[in-house]
């Protein structure tokens, strides 16, 4: 069965650093969702992108962040500069157009550290 | 927004008796609901989902109800096994025609399943 798949699974870095993690989603679907998860709490969405622009943004999803789908099967998040409280799992997910049914499938997510 | 709480945070059941977690909502104009399971370090993963114009759906041992009026969906699960024992969020969306929008997550519910 397909899967997305998110790399690196983990991910240290200085405050102030610039990371990219990135996802590549089921080949047929065509949204696409990056969420995050600080520990312990809630999943919350940060952006979706449809036909290669963003759809939707979260006011979490500030201008240190950014996304891109680069080459038509990966599709990335940016962090400009990370903060401490950038710290938190981040997953993708993707969904396939369809009139009546659009799971979301996500990824194994990417666990960033931020020090 | 849409806002989503979920109850209880932590649930601890013997094998064998049914599990009860339940949701609210805020938007009246949500109209997609998913309950995902997320086992220790993995990835979420949808087990059921309902939309608004359905009451009740089960699938074996796992069943959801919705209350539009009430604004509130349950998810149950009978004849609890070890293997159920997992974090669970349920989520809603306002689904448009024909395509896809963000999830917005509850906080979770930790259950145990105690042999």
């Known amino acids: 069965e397909p899967e997305v798949t998110q790399t690196p699974s983990h991910q240290v870095t200085q405050m102030g650093q610039e990371v990219i993690l990135r996802c590549v989603p089921i080949s047929n679907h065509l949204y696409f969702y990056w969420y995050r998860q600080i520990l312990g709490q809630k999943v919350e969405f940060l952006v979706s992108f449809y036909n290669n622009e963003i759809s939707e943004k979260s006011e979490i999803f500030d201008d240190q962040f950014s996304v891109e789908r680069p080459d038509g099967s990966n599709f990335t998040l940016k962090i400009r500069s990370t903060k401490l409280e950038d710290s938190a799992m981040y997953f993708c997910?993707?969904?396939?157009?369809?009139?009546?049914?659009?799971?979301?499938?996500f990824g194994p997510g990417t666990r960033l550290t931020v020090l | 927004g849409e806002n989503v709480e979920q109850h209880p945070s932590t649930l601890s059941v013997q094998e064998g008796d049914s599990a009860v977690i339940k949701c609210t909502y805020s938007?009246?104009?949500?109209?997609?609901f998913p309950w995902y399971k997320q086992e220790l370090g993995k990835r979420p993963q949808l087990i059921i989902d309902i939309r608004s114009n359905v009451g009740e759906k089960k699938d074996q041992r796992i069943a959801v109800t919705l209350n539009k009026t009430a604004k509130h969906f349950s998810l149950h699960i009978t004849e609890t096994q070890p293997e159920d024992s997992a974090v669970y969020f349920c989520a809603a969306s306002n689904e448009p025609q024909g395509g896809s929008e963000k999830l917005v997550f509850g906080k979770g519910t930790k259950l145990t399943v105690n042999p």
């Open positions: 997910a993707s969904s396939e157009w369809d009139r009546v049914y659009n799971e979301q499938f």
């Open positions: 938007d009246s104009a949500s109209n997609y």
